[in-house]
């Protein structure tokens, strides 16, 4: 039978020097016998520098936005002539000269307006991924594994939403099977920049920041994986920030849906839309360090497997603003809700928790852009009032969906702090409830205290 391919993807501080590139090799080597398949981010700052370089030639310095990745080329030839030996370093830098003047001629190009900018915003950021991918396809050659370079613009097919790119399935899970499993098979190991694509008509487009975990997904997807390995720099998912308590403990196991809640809250690990293709065929992802391969890290599977804490991981999001609209219209009325979410729709702005009593509604947003319209329009409905430095709590853990005294024991611990609003059930695997943010440290502390401590 067929081996099934391991899929390792190393986020841009995996990558970020020399130091970081040797650990990744040494890392992939340790999983040679899994037949791994490798996605790397840029090197840790080059795309935030490639869309300041983009911003700067969109006003018209084309040459100070140049000039401005020069340090950045730097840091790729420093990696190279530290890792690399005579014939490494040539191809880097023939790779390297080819992207400068690439670079260039699309800077200008934004300076001048010449295509749509949107385009060339994702031709140019793109070469923090075609560079490291090089880059790191080099390093892995050096240290004497089987390395491939394959160019993810013709694996992954997308629509031309640039920017955010939306990937095509079918289209894409074909590419990926042509062009990996042959490889794949003679003992290659095929090394891809994540994040990378190209629509339909061949232009190239990205999936979005952070989209290299995206990229892992759909390859381990097409691939079936047996695995997707996301290497960063936290040891991977903790009980709760490790700054607010330096007691956090890694936790083993997770499950998707565990995942995808404190994804969304702030636990910068994961994205649940990045691992949805994973999710969909029931892959295990699993979170590791690059710092420290040899923890274990989070594994995140189908089930939760069962654990004998109720409570899996505490986590928060401060800067929210809660908004409470009032309006006695709405007693025994219908269409209420659907009006005011219609507002929020039409301003595009993501609501987070949403309570309701007979004559109000309360929700709150973490993107406050558009609250002065969004006011203005609520006013029409009821009366509107408005809190903001609070910060959102929410407590992770299958065993929440059917314990009712575990709501009791959370409140019980911080029950002298006021609490705005509560939301249990939802997802089932989650309580949520909002406190004024200068309380936030004190309200984690007793509840990693109350359910990991003791
Ligand atoms: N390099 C891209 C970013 O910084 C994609 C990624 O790292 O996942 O957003
Ligand atoms: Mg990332």
Same mark, same amino acid.
Request: glycine residues 6%; contains cysteine.
């Given at each position: 039978m067929e081996k099934?391919?391991?899929?390792?993807? %190393?986020? +841009?501080?995996?990558?970020?020097?020399?130091?970081?590139?040797?650990? =990744?090799?040494e890392i992939v080597s340790g999983e040679?016998?899994?037949?791994?398949?490798v996605v790397t981010s840029a090197m840790a700052k080059v795309t935030d520098a490639l869309l300041q370089a983009?911003?700067?030639?969109?006003?018209?310095?084309?040459?100070?936005?140049?000039?401005?990745?020069?340090?950045? %080329?730097?840091?790729?030839?420093?990696?190279?002539?530290? /890792?690399? +030996?005579?014939?490494?370093?040539?191809?880097?830098? /023939?790779?390297?000269?080819?992207?400068?003047?690439? /670079?260039?001629?699309?800077? =200008?190009?934004?300076?001048?307006?010449?295509?749509?900018?949107?385009?060339l915003k994702d031709a140019i950021v793109s070469y923090g991924e075609q560079l490291s991918s090089r880059l790191l396809v080099e390093v892995c050659q050096a240290k004497?594994?089987?390395?491939?370079?394959?160019?993810?613009?013709?694996l992954i097919v997308t629509d031309d939403e640039y920017g955010s790119a939306a990937p095509v399935w079918d289209q894409t899970e074909r590419l990926i099977r042509l062009e990996l499993q042959p490889l794949i098979a003679a003992g290659e190991i095929p090394v891809l920049g994540g994040f990378i694509a190209a629509s339909r008509g061949g232009e190239t487009t990205t999936l979005g920041r952070g989209g290299s975990d995206y990229s892992a997904a759909l390859?381990?997807?097409?691939?079936?994986?047996?695995?997707?390995q996301i290497w960063t720099d936290v040891t991977g998912v903790l009980t709760c920030d490790p700054r607010i308590c330096p007691e956090a403990r890694t936790l083993k196991t997770l499950s998707y849906e565990e995942a995808a809640e404190l994804a969304y809250f702030g636990a910068k690990v994961l994205h649940p839309k990045t691992i949805q293709p994973a999710v969909d065929l029931q892959i295990p992802?699993?979170?590791?360090?690059?710092?420290?391969?040899?923890?274990?890290?989070t594994m995140i599977l189908p089930q939760s497997q069962s654990t004998p804490r109720l409570v899996k991981s505490i986590a928060y999001k401060k800067g929210i603003t809660i908004l409470h609209i009032t309006s006695a219209r709405m007693l025994g009325a219908y269409g209420f809700m659907s009006a005011i979410f219609q507002i929020f729709e039409r301003h595009r702005t993501v609501i987070d928790v949403v309570t309701t009593s007979e004559v109000s509604v309360s929700l709150t947003l973490d993107d406050t852009a558009a609250l002065e319209a969004i006011i203005k329009d609520l006013e029409r409905i009821g009366t509107v009032e408005i809190e903001p430095n609070q910060a959102v709590v929410c407590v992770v853990g299958s065993g929440l969906?059917?314990?009712? +005294? =575990?709501?009791?024991?959370?409140?019980?611990?911080?029950?002298?702090?006021?609490?705005?609003l509560i939301s249990h059930g939802a997802s089932s695997v989650n309580m949520t409830f909002v406190v004024q943010e200068n309380v936030i440290g004190e309200v984690i502390k007793r509840l990693h205290d109350e359910f990991f401590t003791n």
């Amino acid at each position: 039978m067929e081996k099934k391919a391991t899929v390792m993807k %190393f986020g +841009g501080t995996s990558v970020q020097d020399a130091a970081a590139f040797a650990r =990744v090799a040494e890392i992939v080597s340790g999983e040679k016998e899994n037949s791994p398949v490798v996605v790397t981010s840029a090197m840790a700052k080059v795309t935030d520098a490639l869309l300041q370089a983009f911003e700067w030639a969109k006003k018209g310095n084309a040459t100070t936005a140049f000039e401005s990745l020069q340090p950045h %080329f730097e840091r790729h030839i420093k990696v190279a002539e530290e /890792l690399l +030996g005579e014939s490494g370093r040539k191809s880097l830098q /023939l790779e390297l000269d080819y992207a400068k003047q690439e /670079l260039n001629d699309l800077l =200008v190009r934004v300076s001048r307006r010449s295509l749509p900018l949107q385009m060339l915003k994702d031709a140019i950021v793109s070469y923090g991924e075609q560079l490291s991918s090089r880059l790191l396809v080099e390093v892995c050659q050096a240290k004497k594994l089987n390395a491939r370079h394959a160019d993810a613009r013709r694996l992954i097919v997308t629509d031309d939403e640039y920017g955010s790119a939306a990937p095509v399935w079918d289209q894409t899970e074909r590419l990926i099977r042509l062009e990996l499993q042959p490889l794949i098979a003679a003992g290659e190991i095929p090394v891809l920049g994540g994040f990378i694509a190209a629509s339909r008509g061949g232009e190239t487009t990205t999936l979005g920041r952070g989209g290299s975990d995206y990229s892992a997904a759909l390859v381990g997807a097409a691939l079936q994986a047996r695995e997707i390995q996301i290497w960063t720099d936290v040891t991977g998912v903790l009980t709760c920030d490790p700054r607010i308590c330096p007691e956090a403990r890694t936790l083993k196991t997770l499950s998707y849906e565990e995942a995808a809640e404190l994804a969304y809250f702030g636990a910068k690990v994961l994205h649940p839309k990045t691992i949805q293709p994973a999710v969909d065929l029931q892959i295990p992802v699993r979170v590791c360090n690059s710092r420290q391969p040899t923890e274990q890290g989070t594994m995140i599977l189908p089930q939760s497997q069962s654990t004998p804490r109720l409570v899996k991981s505490i986590a928060y999001k401060k800067g929210i603003t809660i908004l409470h609209i009032t309006s006695a219209r709405m007693l025994g009325a219908y269409g209420f809700m659907s009006a005011i979410f219609q507002i929020f729709e039409r301003h595009r702005t993501v609501i987070d928790v949403v309570t309701t009593s007979e004559v109000s509604v309360s929700l709150t947003l973490d993107d406050t852009a558009a609250l002065e319209a969004i006011i203005k329009d609520l006013e029409r409905i009821g009366t509107v009032e408005i809190e903001p430095n609070q910060a959102v709590v929410c407590v992770v853990g299958s065993g929440l969906r059917d314990t009712s +005294g =575990v709501a009791a024991q959370i409140f019980a611990a911080i029950s002298d702090i006021n609490i705005s609003l509560i939301s249990h059930g939802a997802s089932s695997v989650n309580m949520t409830f909002v406190v004024q943010e200068n309380v936030i440290g004190e309200v984690i502390k007793r509840l990693h205290d109350e359910f990991f401590t003791n």
